[in-house]
Every structure is written in C-alpha cells, then in structure tokens.
C-alpha cells in the first residue's frame, strides 16, 4: 500500500488484538545470537550550567531458541573512542526457557523466558520477526529478548568527529557467540544526536456507529530516526488505557516498521530524506522533522508525522479519563531517555455532549436538568455544582461537537 506523504491516511483499524498470544511449536535445533543492533547520541540533561552533553546508550538484542536447559548468555560491551578504550559495561543474561521454537508463521508469540542481572528481572521471550522481510506475511521469526540498553559511561563528553566503536563479547564463563559478525558496530559522531523517536501527533475521539458513549479513537502518530549506525526497527503498538486500565492494545502496520539507518537531516523543512521506512503496510515515505527532546530543544529527524490508527467502538463515559500509548512492539527499539514525553496522550470526549451522540442537543438538556444542584456530576461543568451557569454553558455549546 503506498501512501501520499503529508496526508493522514487511516492505515489499520480491524484486527483490534491483545498485542501478545501464547502459542507452542516443535522445538527447533538449539541456536543463540547476540548482537549490538544499535547506538544512540542522546541529549542529556544540560545541567544548571546549561552544558548541552550527550549520553550513549547501546542496544543489544539477544535469540536463543531450542534449548531445554538455561544457558549462560551474559555478555559485556567494550567502547572506544578514537581507538582508545574508555568504558566496559555487562549484563548478566540467563535464559531459562527458550526451549518453545517459533517456526515461521508464529511470530508474536511468547517462547520462553530469560533473567537480567542475576534474576533482577526476569523477562518474556518473544517471536519476533528477522527484518528486514517483504512481504511481512512470509516473515521468519526467532525467539528474542526485548532488547537491552545499556548506559555507556564515557569519560568525557564526545566531540564532533570522534569516532565510537562498540565490541560485545561473551562475559568470561558464558557461552561463546556463534555468529561474531554482529557483536561490534561504529559511529562517528556529527555534534548532533543520533536517535530515534515515537511520537503522538494528535488524538480524537469521534461517536461510533454503535450506540451512545461508545467512540472512535483515532491517533494520529509518528516516527523519526537520524544519523543511525544501523537499521532502526521501530516496530510500534497503540495502546488505550480508560481509567487506568488497558482496555485495547493494536499493532500498527501488521507489527514491523523499519527506518534504513543513515539518513540524516540537517534543516527541519519537510523536504524528503531516505529511501523511506519499510513496513508491515508498504513503504512509509519520510521527511525532514522537527523533534523536541524532554529538555525543551529541538534537533532534525527523517520520519513521518502522518501515521493514523483508529481503534474503534470504546466505551467512554462522561467523566471518564481515556489515555493513548505508543509503546515498542516487542523486539523493536525501546524508546530512548531524553524523548519519552511525546508518548502518552490524553482524549476526551466533548463534555457537554452528556448523552454520547455526537452533539450538544436537547437530550443533553433533558440530563442536565436531570443532574440539576447535583454536584462532580457530568453536567457540573466547572466544579461548583449543576446550576444556570452550566444551563448557559450548555445552550452556548448548542450543536455539532467541536
Ligand atoms: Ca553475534
Ligand atoms: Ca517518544
Ligand atoms: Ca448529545
Ligand atoms: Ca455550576
């Protein structure tokens, strides 16, 4: 499906699932893999002195499938700057039961389970597909951690033109790696950062066809990624929470979306960038971004804002609070520390449609008499109980919801 760039084009809306099945296949031959997939160059906080700095975090993605017994997967980074050694950093990886395989068709699935840090955590294995796969149907997939980011603690801030080698290796005692073609990767840094982000454009909720106070939530939505050593898998799910409890959770573009790696945007302006992301709902076109990072500054990103989902038929009552969340599909990239706030969004529903229709009319008039010297009622519009103030309020929002 190829799409117009800059247009809001609805891409997913009937397969509303639970974002996780369980499911068991014959179990495979025994493999494992570790792998540095990506670095990141992400702003930090620049401190009462206002130093902007940047921190480096790694990404390492770790499959083991088709082993009945735990095996030790620890593993530790080495980092380099300019050839010269400045941090080692590990993780204590244990997986306990990734003896489930995965087959060809069961990705998304659950296959077993790992522990960090000596049993700090202990996290779900997961199908995820090997990208990059077109067509996504056809996808092979492995049994996978959720990725692991791991701080790099660098001496002294990086300077443009340094150059960052990251090497893993097995920590001593652990199993060897198999395929040590992926256990390093390299960056040179350019003074601006090196990141990805998801992030919420717009939400609305729209009547349903249904019945009264059941809506449509349609997000509108986005990714970018810039200067990137590697291909950036930013698979991303949509979850609604109403109340402060999920009530449904979708994969957007069938599970997979993923960015080339190396595109760089030097001005915010819109103008093309990249080959575009490919995806589990055909090629995204991508553009030069503004993205503001959690400390208030502005940096360019090749991606797109024009992602739109809608989830529809959800129960919302008028007090109700609805919540939207982007979240990494598992397997995808986690989103990183100093971008994280442009993932939650609130919706609401026009408040003085008291009976859920869509508009500000005489059944709302008939409830709001209803409700009338009650008080933290839904016809209380401003917290001081039903009188002729919310009457007023009423009659002046009289029509179409905004
Ligand atoms: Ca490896
Ligand atoms: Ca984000
Ligand atoms: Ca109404
Ligand atoms: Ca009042």
Redesign the pocket.
């Known amino acids: 499906m190829k799409r117009s760039s800059g247009v809001c084009a609805l891409l997913v809306s009937a397969a509303v699932v639970s974002c996780v099945s369980e499911t068991t296949f014959a179990q495979p031959a025994p493999m494992h893999n570790r792998k540095v997939s990506q670095i990141a160059v992400v702003p930090s906080d620049p401190g009462p002195r206002g130093d902007a700095f940047f921190d480096v975090w790694v990404v390492v993605e770790i499959a083991a499938d088709g082993h009945s017994a735990p095996v030790d997967l620890s593993f530790e980074l080495d980092a380099f700057v300019n050839g010269i050694p400045v941090a080692t950093v590990g993780e204590q990886v244990i997986v306990t039961g990734a003896g489930g395989g995965c087959g060809d068709s069961g990705c998304g699935s659950g296959c077993g389970t790992a522990s960090l840090g000596g049993g700090a955590l202990v996290v779900s294995m997961i199908c995820a597909p090997d990208l990059p796969c077109v067509p996504f149907n056809d996808c092979d997939c492995s049994c996978q951690m959720p990725p692991i980011s791991l701080p790099i603690p660098l001496p002294q801030p990086l300077r443009p033109k340094d150059y960052l080698e990251i090497l893993l290796r097995p920590s001593p005692g652990a199993l060897p790696e198999t395929n040590p073609s992926d256990d390093s990767l390299d960056l040179t840094h350019n003074g601006k950062p090196s990141f990805w982000n998801r992030k919420i454009e717009s939400v609305e909720l729209t009547p349903a066809p249904t019945g009264p106070n059941r809506f449509d939530v349609k997000v509108t939505w986005g990714f970018a990624a810039n200067s990137l050593p590697a291909p950036a898998s930013l698979g991303t799910q949509i979850a609604v929470e109403r109340n402060g409890v999920e009530v449904v959770c979708i994969d957007t573009c069938g599970g997979w979306i993923q960015a080339p790696g190396g595109e760089e945007c030097m001005f915010c302006d819109g103008t093309p960038c990249g080959p575009g992301a490919e995806s589990g709902c055909g090629n995204l076109p991508t553009s030069c971004q503004l993205v503001e990072d959690a400390f208030g500054d502005f940096h360019c990103g090749c991606g797109t804002d024009s992602l739109c989902d809608v989830i529809p038929d959800i129960e919302v009552l008028p007090l109700d609070t609805v919540e939207i969340i982007l979240k990494p599909i598992p397997g995808a990239l986690p989103e990183l520390p100093g971008f994280p706030e442009d993932d939650e969004e609130e919706a609401s529903r026009c408040p ?10 005489a ?2 008039l008939a409830a709001l008499i209803g409700f009338w010297t009650q008080c933290g009622v839904p016809a209380d519009f401003f917290d001081d109980c039903v009188g002729a103030d919310d009457l007023a309020e009423l009659i002046g929002r009289w029509g179409p919801c905004p």
């Open positions: 003085w449609d008291l009976d859920g229709d869509g508009q500000v009319g059944g709302d």
